[in-house]
């Protein structure tokens, strides 16, 4: 078993980029798929990115993932930020078919 | 297209059972392991049960072990949940969420439905 770890919340300008970073607390960050997901305030989760760095088309290229080996961790990168990409984001990863969710990113675009 | 829509939720008093119905379409349900996640008020993601591809295998978390139990219908593209003894902390945002394909050993991008609301209050 391993868990995944997120920061809190994380804040910034309209316009700018922002990294949010998912670490693997044991076995490697390239052993599993990662997916992240979008939460909005009273609405159901999207998936923004799946598999480690694919969007699907709906998803603006402003969105992107990647894994760091080095820090065993992954990152959703948000460029050009908008207000309404404020938001909770979750990485969810695989621990055999098992699901395993970071605890939840919460950006504020102010 | 890929969707799924959960229903069955409702207010119920502990220590009672409710079931659970997870509706798909847009994919080959029959080759996706599937799993059900939940979310209480104000809470983050909390994986609660898998079911492999074919039904014969199931896996759940601690909290709901020996009371919830994870089924489905390939005949239907049907996922479901029966929960017994419910907890007052059982309260929450019940999704289905799409697992892993079997045949290729890829997720690929899940969709989610809209979940459904599950309470337990006296």
């Known amino acids: 078993n391993f868990m995944l770890t997120q920061s809190h919340s994380v804040s910034e300008s309209p316009g700018k980029t922002v990294t949010i970073s998912c670490t693997r607390s044991?076995?490697?960050?390239?052993?599993?798929?990662v997916q992240w997901y979008q939460q909005r305030p009273g609405s159901a989760p999207t998936t923004v990115i799946y598999?480690?760095?694919?969007?699907l088309s709906e998803i603006p290229d402003r969105f992107s993932g990647s894994i760091d080996s080095s820090s065993n961790s992954a990152s959703l990168t948000i460029s050009g930020l908008k207000t309404e990409d404020e938001a909770d984001y979750y990485c969810q990863s695989y621990d055999g078919d098992i699901l395993v969710f970071g605890g939840g990113t919460k950006l504020t675009v102010l | 297209q890929v969707y799924v829509m959960e229903s069955g939720g409702g207010v119920v008093q502990p220590g009672r059972s409710l079931r659970l119905s997870c509706a798909s379409s847009?994919?080959?349900?029959?080759?996706?392991?599937m799993n059900w996640v939940r979310q209480a008020p104000g809470k983050g993601l909390q994986w609660v049960a898998l079911i492999s591809y074919d039904g014969s295998n199931e896996y759940y978390a601690e909290s709901v072990k020996g009371r919830f139990t994870i089924s489905r219908d390939n005949s239907k593209n049907t996922l479901f949940l029966q929960m017994n003894s419910l907890r007052v902390d059982d309260t929450a945002v019940y999704y289905c969420?799409?697992?892993?394909?079997?045949?290729?050993?890829?997720?690929?991008?899940?969709?989610w439905g809209p979940g459904t609301m599950v309470t337990v209050s006296s």
């Open positions: 847009g994919f080959t349900f029959r080759y996706y392991a």
């Open positions: 969420v799409r697992g892993i394909m079997v045949t290729i050993s890829r997720p690929g991008s899940n969709p």
């Open positions: 044991s076995g490697s960050i390239a052993s599993n798929y």
């Open positions: 598999e480690n760095n694919k969007r």
